[in-house]
């Protein structure tokens, strides 16, 4: 099975030190969009996997939440691409619950919804707490170095076995085949 988990911002989106907390705030990434279109196209399923501590910090609602995933989603239609869900940790650092990243319940969670064997998930993510979680859960761990990933390479540390990629488009570049790969355009 070709099964897909992505970090949103900084992988997908711009990454914000402010949070994203409003639909105008969201704006996705150079080529982001079309990977994920492409990888949908070689068949692989995607889902994305998010803290979402704005929400627990009270700087945005679930409605400010739902526009802005309801923005990435209409711009990925029209890219052509598909996200067969969005799995947020809405609590604060303090909260001490088990879904935030670093920690691995929202992957284990997506396993389980999913009914997936992890270890033959990929997951991509730009900050260690991404990789730590996916490792965690037994994912195959990547690195992009859009968002916070040049500092989380220069950090070092990383997950062993984690591949780096320039951007989520050439993390789609590497998944896809060769031979599907004129037949993604």
Same mark, same amino acid.
Do not use: Y
């Given at each position: 099975?070709?099964?897909?988990?992505?970090? #949103?911002?900084?992988?997908?989106?711009?990454?914000? *030190?402010?949070?994203? !907390?409003? &639909?105008?705030?969201?704006?996705?990434?150079? +080529?982001?969009?079309?990977? %994920?279109?492409?990888?949908?196209? =070689?068949?692989?399923?995607?889902?994305?996997?998010?803290?979402q501590s704005g929400l627990g910090r009270c700087l945005f609602d679930t409605s400010a939440l739902n526009a802005i995933h309801t923005?990435?989603?209409?711009?990925?239609?029209?890219?052509?691409?598909?996200?067969?869900?969005?799995? %947020?940790? &809405?609590?604060?650092?303090?909260?001490?619950?088990?879904?935030? !990243?670093?920690? *691995?319940?929202?992957?284990?969670? %997506?396993?389980? #919804?999913?009914?997936?064997?992890?270890?033959?998930?990929? =997951?991509?993510?730009?900050?260690? #707490?991404?990789?730590?979680?996916? #490792? =965690?859960?037994?994912? !195959?761990?990547?690195?992009?170095?859009?968002?916070?990933? =040049?500092?989380?390479?220069?950090?070092?540390?990383?997950?062993?076995?984690?591949?780096?990629?320039?951007?989520?488009?050439?993390?789609?570049?590497?998944?896809?085949? &060769?031979?599907? !790969?004129?037949?993604? +355009?």
């Amino acid at each position: 099975m070709k099964f897909l988990i992505l970090d #949103r911002d900084g992988v997908i989106n711009q990454d914000s *030190p402010d949070f994203v !907390k409003k &639909p105008d705030e969201w704006i996705a990434l150079p +080529g982001a969009l079309e990977a %994920i279109a492409r990888l949908n196209r =070689a068949g692989w399923r995607v889902v994305v996997a998010t803290n979402q501590s704005g929400l627990g910090r009270c700087l945005f609602d679930t409605s400010a939440l739902n526009a802005i995933h309801t923005k990435f989603r209409a711009e990925l239609t029209r890219a052509g691409g598909n996200v067969e869900g969005i799995f %947020i940790c &809405p609590h604060a650092p303090d909260e001490q619950c088990d879904c935030r !990243k670093p920690l *691995p319940g929202m992957f284990l969670d %997506i396993g389980r #919804r999913f009914d997936i064997d992890l270890t033959q998930v990929h =997951a991509v993510g730009d900050s260690a #707490r991404d990789l730590i979680a996916a #490792r =965690a859960a037994g994912c !195959k761990t990547w690195l992009v170095l859009t968002g916070n990933g =040049a500092k989380t390479l220069a950090a070092g540390d990383l997950p062993e076995g984690t591949r780096v990629c320039a951007d989520l488009s050439a993390v789609a570049d590497e998944l896809i085949p &060769p031979s599907n !790969k004129a037949q993604q +355009g």
